[in-house]
């Protein structure tokens, strides 16, 4: 039976180490707030992989072949599906997101944008198996911006095997391993965007499922563990504090921590490895040309 926010929620906060599940940040406030990341100084993963999806485009599009179908996971606003989708002239075009209003936004202004292409939109979790109309044509999975270092490296292996079963080809955004100075201020930015994006979990399970976590005592932190190759994103408890939710009561110390996301980074070689455990026999990549970002083209 598939959990819900309120079960998952109860479920991490019972946990010895509290966590989250980050897909939860996807409201459409955090949907709005993701925006905002991708555009800071400090958050380098969208600026690089746009940079070099524009310089690679053609050797991309051929890598993917042209009038098929494209499937894309976590589209989200859809800024880099559009160069693609401007390359590619796919038939159909189905974008998954778990958010509602991140994907009919984005499906507006794509189908305003291409008035010709076949836009079916899906509205899922990615992590569970979802109906996915298939078509008869070459099909070629997207699934851009780094989504994939949510994942651990297990559920990494079983995501590429699902899709390997769906499509011959498929084109991953990877973030590479680098200078960990540079990952920890793209997750601590001087704004403080993330850190409300982070925040902003708590606020939705307020807003959603009524508990009454009081956001001026939880701090936002992350930090990169290189043994790991991943940034930890955290809330941090400002001190002793009880937090209610229907009847479920969770108790926190001063410095208790609530994990909400991993981001894993690889090595080049690291990912290439992981993709041909996932059954992938060649894997092709695109990186930027400072080497922070990657994007791969791997073929069955
Ligand atoms: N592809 C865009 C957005 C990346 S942000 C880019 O490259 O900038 C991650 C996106 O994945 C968000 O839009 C979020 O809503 C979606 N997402 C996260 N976890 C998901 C899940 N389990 N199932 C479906 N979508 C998910
Ligand atoms: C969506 N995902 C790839 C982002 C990342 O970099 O891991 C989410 C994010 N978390 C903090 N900043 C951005």
Redesign the pocket.
Known sequence: MPSSFRDDVVAGLSAPQKSLP?KYFYDAAGSRL?AR?CRLPE?Y?TRAELALTRRDLASIARFAGRGGQLIEY?SGEGIKSRLLIRALRPAVYVPVDISQEALDAAARRLAREFPLLRIVPVAGDFSRPLEIPISRKPRVVYFP???I??LTPEEAHAFLAMSRGMAARMLVGV?LKKDPALLHAA?NDARGV?AA?NLNLLARINRELGADFDLRRWRHY?FYDPAEGR?E?HLVSMGAQKVELGKHRFHFAAGDTIHT?N?YKYSLDGFRELAARAGFTSAKAWTDRRGLFALYGLNT
């Open positions: 980050p993701f990341i958050y993963l976590g911006g780094s989504t270092g949510n973030d997750y993330t994006f992350a940034i994103m996301e981001s």
